[in-house]
């Protein structure tokens, strides 16, 4: 008896994006924004083409060039990556992940960025420098470390507890080799190339959690300066002294180029600096009749930090919901970042033991996430917090795009009990971590850098980042608008080129235990099972006369409803009986392959008639 497996199924869904196109080779850069908009066809959902371009090495750079490449997170929020090469080696800024949605890659954990390119060059690395604790900064180093040589990591206390913590998970990695530095210091990295030590100085930056730091990269002809996340600290536009001070300093030495977050650069003006938050959250706090509940990023380490402080002052105590939420202010209190007093943090099972007004509840969830304690409190599945009248709920952030739905079906929860909702929306409960417009241009313009290139971002953050920076004179041709996997050189400080080439740079994915870049396959196969379902056929042939031994098994899943189609079976069952009858007519030997291959495409092209739906089909062919 043989059994034909099915080959893996998928079928090509949209254009494929050429990759190394858009480049402009080594022509001078301001030809890339007479272009207009880019006419590379989106990928469908983001993922990687089989064909990456598998450029890993590439020539030496001459002692007068340096090399920027983004191998993540300039195309996305999230996942960011960025190498810098000099002749000395490679310094690499930040390893993060990003969080796929269901529908963009269904059973996906993460994507990391790709590091194919550094993996080939890994003798050259000389140091990974984490800008800050965050997910999208941190959250690849498990998964990339090992794979790119297990380089030393430079980065502030906090952030060194954050990426330990995590490591703590993955027992089976070599110990990182972790390095803390003040921001405002440096960092002198041993040349890979017997040239003299690279200086690295780290400065600090304004985000929303604490150590959270810059880079200035010195190389020959000036410095690279990478800004991490950041805001700035304002008072009505006016950045504070402590802000003058870091930026001024960076802006008296000779910058080529200044790499910049765009996540809010959507946004112009300053935005709402966090003082202001802390001065709303403080008057609702006191002035809160019952249990107050406030919803939050846990990531949000100032603001939670402020809160627990704040209720401290007010004599109330603090229940902290969700693990994300503990685990930070564990680590927080670790790295002596606060030290709330014994007794003002405490179980939720001992709410009842003091007045409603004496409560503030920290949850996680204001994103509608369904399993957070936010949702859980709100659809009556918390073991011991449930919602009265008298409580206020405080959503202290914003809605991240995509979420809205989640969002909307949270509220609606809450506003079914009739309770007091604060939003970001009609109270300042919120404010970013990350600059808008006219902060980035301020910073510019301290930085004075010969080049621009606005990071972090979706490519219309990254576009609308550039044209701040146009619209009030900095000269366009100067400005990188990049790629993952872009190839940008910087000659002698001043000759800007972007090379045609590029380094691999697709997503490679974190599917359970499987890490690559090589499975959108996989993804297709299950965006296909869940948009229309499956169809597997099963058929005894008998290989000598080719006639079915029965009539055929018809196994569906996620297609049709079976009770109301019976005759779509029916017929279908007829109909494949006789495509492998008529198929087999006068074959011999009986080729089960070609037998399976012309079924499957007619029973494809039939269902998708009889009912507009395109299942999974799968034949499994038995001969006997
Ligand atoms: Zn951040």
Known sequence: MK????????????????????????????????????????????????????????????????????????????????????????????????????????????????????????????????????????????????????????????????????????????????????????????????????????????????????????????????????????????????????????????????????????RDGFSIPETRVYKTLEEIISQAQGRLIIGLFASNFHRMIHIIET??????????????????IEISERGDFFKPKPGTIIPAEQICDYAPDKIVIIATGAQGEEQAALMR?????????KFTQRDTIVLSSSVIPG????????????????????????????????????????????????????????????????NAHIKSGYPKENIILPDNGMIIEIKNGTELSIRKDRVPSGPMMVDGFSIGDMQEIVIRDRQSLAKDGMFVIIATVNIRTGQLKKSPDIISRGFVYIRESQSLFSETRVLIKKTVEDLTQGMNPIDLEYVKNNLTDTVERYLLQKTSKRPMVIPVLIGV
């Not at 993996?119 to 990974?128: F, G, S, V």
Request: glycine share 10%.
């Open 3 to 266: 059994t034909v497996p099915s080959k893996p199924h998928s079928r090509p869904s949209g254009p494929r994006r050429p990759r190394g196109k858009n480049g402009g080779g080594s022509k001078r850069f301001n030809n890339r924004h007479v272009r207009g908009p880019s006419p590379k066809p989106l990928r469908t959902s983001g993922m990687a083409t089989l064909k990456e371009t598998e450029l890993v090495t590439l020539p030496p750079i001459d002692a007068d060039t340096i090399r920027i490449i983004p191998l993540g997170g300039v195309e996305e929020v999230g996942r960011n990556m960025l190498a810098v090469e000099i002749p000395e080696g490679i310094i690499i800024s930040d390893a993060g992940f990003q969080f796929m949605s269901e529908e963009e890659a269904p059973g996906i954990d993460y994507v990391l960025p790709n590091t194919r390119y550094l993996e080939a060059n890994k003798d050259r690395i000389l140091a990974l420098f984490i800008t800050h604790g965050h997910l999208d900064h941190i959250g690849g180093i498990p998964y990339l470390i090992d794979r790119i040589g297990n380089p030393p990591i430079y980065t502030q206390y906090l952030t060194s507890l954050m990426i330990k913590k995590r490591q703590e998970e993955f027992p089976h990695l070599p110990e990182i080799q972790m390095n803390v530095v003040d921001a405002g210091g440096r960092v002198q990295l041993m040349a890979k190339n017997g040239g003299n030590p690279v200086t690295v100085k780290t400065f600090p930056v304004t985000h929303s959690i604490p150590d959270s730091m810059g880079l200035s990269i010195a190389t020959k002809h000036g410095n690279v300066v990478i800004s991490g996340d950041l805001k700035l600290e304002h008072v009505d536009g006016e950045p504070t002294d402590e802000e003058k001070k870091v930026w001024g300093g960076i802006g008296k030495e000779k910058n080529i180029l200044f790499v910049v977050d765009s996540t809010n650069a959507e």
């Open 311 to 328: 209720a401290e002052k007010l004599g109330k105590k603090v229940v902290t919901e969700g693990r994300s939420v503990k685990t930070n």
């Open 377 to 385: 409190i709100a659809t009556g599945r918390h073991k011991t917090i």
């Open 403 to 466: 979420n809205e739905v989640s969002v909307q079906k949270l509220k609606d929860n809450l506003y079914r009990h009739g309770l007091n909702i604060v939003h970001y929306r009609s109270s300042d409960v919120h404010s970013t971590g990350h600059g808008n417009t006219g902060e980035l241009v301020w910073m510019r313009e301290q930085v004075k850098p010969t080049f621009m290139m606005p990071a972090y971002g979706f490519h219309s953050m990254i576009r609308c980042h550039a």
